[in-house]
């Protein structure tokens, strides 16, 4: 998932653009010194060393599992898999744990902003006109998302076919390691009465539950805003049979075609330094390569790899192991649209820590404020927020591709007084639209295509209305007023300043939002809760083998027809351990040990 010179701000859910590939910003690895007994078994790609034997028959020098991704289900299936079993995980990015920019909150936006090729987060841009980003980065999601932690409703629990009992143990593994209580601002107090008043209630108080009302849910920020992400749970494997490699960039998953079924053996990958490496899977055909990429990464490996549709392969000379024309479809993203909240105060910048979750089939979030630590890294790069306004200068149909890296690439200091504001967030649950993820060529560091075609269904767009009209009642509440020391605003007031605002390449209608069906088409963004490309029954099994080959399974939210909760990273952190203690019962029974 940089700085801007005397600019400080908040980059809430933002729109990232730009293009400039400048200095290294990744950090010092000093994190080496601090935690080199915690993380021992943390490495570059560049150490590892092949075995002796890399035959496609035979070896028994091999992992017993190979994880491809150190994300956010990931790093919770490592640890737990080591405690039995010899596992490797490959991550293509490096450590979070002492880069400034990842570990605080006050930097949230940094990361984001920051497109150089080596940043922790990859911008990249659907079909669709909408900016976004996934993580490159050990952690995942976790180390670049806004923090918030709310478990996934029971009804989905039971749609994922899960275990209750099991998912009950997993969810505290996780929240006794890394989740903490907010620091429950003013900003965060307002959205909560305002949001009672509008009707959604009760008021659930603190929870992790999903719950219809409104609540306070958990946060990976600490009291001192500091990020603790999916990447510490690594420490609660076992060190001696754990190996994870950062800056490894899998190619490709190798496959043994000899039999009647393909097999997975190994992986191929590249290190830090371009050189090739293979690791390889030991003989037990209990062993598995687990690919863990994210819902943008595990169907574009795939594919890659050879198991996809026939005629998409063929077309780039991928070698076919498997037609499956699955793969990557039914891809979906969260629609989200912002109403921009302006301030005549200074205001203390805070993430997601209250929620309302209505009857209406959306969710209510809010932050606001911008921060920057001095010790955060500093490199130049291009940002454009939706929420801020920078391209207020560039009239909305003019803001084609070629105007906005214009204005990036010009761009210096920003005034910190363009950022007095805040947003309330409305967010479509469970959309009906959906898209597909397509290749666009065979290397894996550039972003496939992705579409999510959003509010192609009906349904979606009616709920993105009654979310705009619920958040309108919330910021034109006493209690926002009292807090931004603001007018009280028209709909129409809030809405033009956000129309004009906002940053993606969509055709604008700055007059028209008389028509809220208009406004949300005009103003969509991304909340970063895209998920699918591999589901259930498609593309994966129960246990979430991959159809039709053996020894390869997908742990990730590519496998969700729908993202859980309103927030989905404590479902997924679930699912690594989930799956992880799932897997070692399986193998050993009463031996497992968990």
Known sequence: MASLGAAKFLLCFSIICLINFLPLCQGKEKWKNSNEYKYRFIRKASSFESPPSVSTSNTNNGYDYIIVGGGTAGCPLAATLSKKFNVLLLERGGVPFTNPNVSFLDNFHITLADTSPTSASQFFMSTDGVFNARARVLGGGSSINAGFYTRASSRFIEKMGWDAKLVNESYPWIEKQIVHRPTFSHW??????????????????????????????????????????????????????????????????????????????????????????????????????????????????LLLSGIGPRQELEKLKISVVLDNRFVGKGMADNPMNTIFVPLKKPVKQSLIETVGITDKGVYIEASCGFGQTNESIHCHHGLLSAEIGQLSTIPPKQRTTEAVKAFAKNKRDIPIEAFKGGFILSKVANPWSTGELRLINTNVEDNPSVSFNYFSHPYDLNRCVEGIRLASKVVQSKHFTNLTLCDRQTTEQFLNNTVKANVNLIPKHVNDTESLEQFCRDTVITIWHYHGGCHVGKVIDSDHKVLGVNRLRVVDGSTFTESPGTNPQATVMMMGRYMGVKMLRERLGKFAGV
């Open 188 to 301: 965060q107090r307002a959205l909560r009465d305002g949001l009672l008043d509008a009707g959604v209630s009760p008021f659930n108080g603190f929870t992790y539950e999903h719950k219809y009302g409104t609540k306070v849910g958990g946060t990976i920020f600490d009291r001192f805003g500091r990020r603790h992400t999916a990447a510490e749970l690594l420490s609660s494997g076992n060190p001696n049979k754990l190996t994870v490699l950062i800056y490894a960039t899998v190619q490709n998953i190798v496959f043994d075609t000899t039999g009647k079924r393909p097999r997975a053996i190994g992986v191929n990958f590249k290190d830090e330094n371009g050189k090739m490496h293979k690791a390889i899977l030991g003989n037990d055909m209990r062993s598995d390569v687990i690919v863990t990429s994210g819902a943008i990464g595990t169907p574009q490996m």
